[in-house]
Structures are given as structure tokens and as C-alpha cells.
């Protein structure tokens, strides 16, 4: 795979110095979390604040996942760079990359993925700290919106794989609220129908326990549109989750 520079962000990053994979690799950053060592090498996140913009640059060694297309493995970030691709060709609201690349050096297999920060957005679960306080106006849009995300990115034939409250994003606006999606490294092909969609939808239902059952049917009611079987899925979504609950 080719190096990759978001057009809108070249002029940016030239003027920075910043259009190489070395110059990126080389920047001395703080990390903003622990390193993920999980797969053998190693992975971590930084803010990188350039004037006007700001972006989250993940750089990994030997962090590497094993696919059916890759059956030795690939740098979990090229995976995740593809879907980001992925998404925006369909059109499904998520995280822009700006910069990607990898190389493969003796005995080490680097790769950097630049990301648009989301400045501006919080994640599900932050609203979700607050929901009781909230007004309820506030809280029908945010179902409504997430309900909507869920929808688009089914409709297009992906499923998330990781659609928990951290990785939803929303942002307020004169209508109501946007939503997007992070971590997307997780996403497949929509393969198997209901049951697919059944899996992707549960774990947020789980991790969102302050929502009670109406806010639920308004989620669902988002999520299905007009004419959708709300009582059933609501009945199997439940029925997943309290299988999950009890292992």
C-alpha cells in the first residue's frame, strides 16, 4: 500500500514538514495513553496540534493482526485505514484519516495512521454520565441520532464490531446532534442478516444500561424507521443481552 495524504490536509502538513513517514515517526510526542502492547509489539496515540488544526497520530511496531486475507498478519492500522476508506466511499459518518503509511524494516513492521481529532464532539459516553440531567429534548435527539448511525451503517452492509458508547460520537447542533463513528478496525462485511445487525446493536444497549425501556423503543424506532418490527427486535435484543449478562 501506497503512503496516504488526505488532499485537504497536504498544504497543512508541508507546511509543518510533516508529509513523510519519517518526519512523523520522528516527532517527539507525549502519549495520551498507555501503550497497547497486547500483540507483541507495541501501539500508541498522540495528539499532534498544528495551529488552526489538530489530529491524533497513532504510531505501532509488530502490532499486527492475523486475517483471512492476511493469514501472517498486517499492522492493525492498515486494516483500520482501509475502513475509514471504506466508510467515506459509502458515505457513513466516522474519524477522516489525513496520513497513512507502513514499512517493513528487518525484523520490524512499522505504521503510522494520522487521524482529524475530533475537537468539538463527545462520545456517547460522556452524555450517557449525565443522562438523567439532561432535558429530554436533548436525549430524544441523541437517540434519535445514534438510531439513525446505527441504520446507515447497516444499510451500506457493515457491521461495526465494536459499537459501544465510547466509540459513537456526537456533536450538538441548531437541529439536534450529529453522530459519527471511531475504531474501526473491528468493521466486516454485513454477512448474515438480522443476526449480524442483533450482534452489532446489543453491546451498545449493554454498556448504555441508563436507558430504560422507552429510551430504547426510541432508539429502535430510529434505527428501523417507519414500518420496522420494534416489538421483535426489541424482544431478541433483550433476549441476547440477558444471555450475555448471565455468563
Do not use: D, M
Given at each position: 500500500m501506497s503512503d496516504f495524504i488526505a488532499a485537504q490536509d497536504r498544504a497543512l502538513l508541508e507546511r509543518h514538514g510533516l508529509t513523510s513517514f519519517d518526519a512523523l515517526w520522528a516527532l517527539k510526542l507525549e502519549a495520551v495513553d498507555e501503550p497497547n502492547t497486547e500483540r507483541?509489539?507495541?501501539?500508541?496515540?498522540?495528539r499532534l496540534d498544528l495551529g488552526e488544526a489538530a489530529f491524533?497520530?497513532?504510531?505501532?511496531?509488530?502490532?499486527?493482526?492475523?486475517?483471512?486475507?492476511?493469514?501472517?498478519?498486517?499492522?492493525?492500522?492498515a486494516r483500520e485505514f482501509r475502513n475509514i476508506q471504506r466508510y467515506a466511499a459509502l458515505g457513513i459518518p466516522a474519524l477522516q484519516a489525513a496520513f497513512f503509511a507502513e514499512r517493513k524494516l528487518p525484523g520490524e513492521w512499522r505504521a503510522v495512521l494520522l487521524t482529524r481529532a475530533l475537537d468539538g464532539w463527545q462520545d456517547l459516553d460522556t452524555?450517557?454520565?449525565?443522562?438523567?440531567?439532561?432535558?429530554?429534548?436533548?436525549?430524544?435527539?441523541?437517540?434519535?441520532?445514534?438510531?439513525?448511525?446505527?441504520q446507515r451503517l447497516h444499510k451500506f452492509g457493515q457491521i461495526h464490531g465494536c459499537f459501544y458508547p465510547k466509540h459513537i460520537f456526537l456533536r450538538e447542533t441548531a437541529a439536534g446532534f450529529d453522530a459519527q463513528l471511531i475504531d474501526l478496525e473491528k468493521t466486516r462485511p454485513l454477512l448474515f442478516g438480522q443476526r449480524d445487525r442483533i450482534k452489532d446493536l446489543e453491546p451498545l444497549l449493554r454498556r448504555a444500561s441508563v436507558w430504560d425501556d422507552a429510551d430504547v423503543r426510541l432508539f429502535l424506532a430510529a434505527y428501523l424507521g417507519d414500518g420496522g418490527e420494534l416489538e421483535g427486535w426489541s424482544a431478541r435484543l433483550g433476549a441476547r443481552r440477558r444471555n450475555k449478562e448471565s455468563r
Open positions: 507483541g509489539g507495541w501501539s500508541s496515540v498522540y491524533y497520530l497513532k504510531r505501532q511496531s509488530n502490532h499486527l493482526t492475523k486475517t483471512l486475507r492476511h493469514p501472517f498478519g498486517e499492522p492493525t492500522f452524555w450517557l454520565q449525565g443522562w438523567s440531567g439532561l432535558e429530554a429534548a436533548s436525549r430524544r435527539a441523541i437517540l434519535s441520532a445514534c438510531g439513525e448511525l446505527a
